[in-house]
């Protein structure tokens, strides 16, 4: 049985994905389209003696402010923070105090 198995490998299927809507000629093409027409642009610019102003990039922009935007909670909470204001049980002084008077209370009553 050890012998069938060694002569008969079956390997898995590879992986083909080829995807249904992108084009890598339509895509070069349009590059090639927006560079002609930036080259275009700058070398009228240039002839009227005007400098061209290049459009900002679009699309990145900051989600964390997006997210917090419809929830209250997370709203106030990012504004006490930028103002400064910590909570309570965000103070690392105060939870050591915390724990040294818990310690303590348990030495007290259980040990003595």
């Known amino acids: 049985m050890g012998m069938f198995f060694f002569y008969n490998n079956k390997k898995p299927r590879k992986f083909s994905h080829s995807p249904i809507l992108y084009d890598p ?64 049980f965000t103070n690392n002084v105060t939870i050591v105090l915390l724990i040294i008077v818990l310690l303590a209370i348990f030495y007290f009553v259980f040990l003595s």
Request: hydrophobic share 15%.
């Open 25 to 88: 000629e339509k895509e070069e093409r349009k590059e090639q389209m927006e560079k002609r027409i930036r080259r275009i642009r700058e070398e009228v610019a240039r002839e009227e003696g005007r400098t061209i102003e290049t459009p900002q990039e679009t699309g990145k922009t900051d989600f964390g402010e997006e997210f917090l935007s419809p929830t209250k909670y997370l709203k106030r909470r990012k504004e006490k923070e930028k103002e400064g204001n910590r909570s309570f």
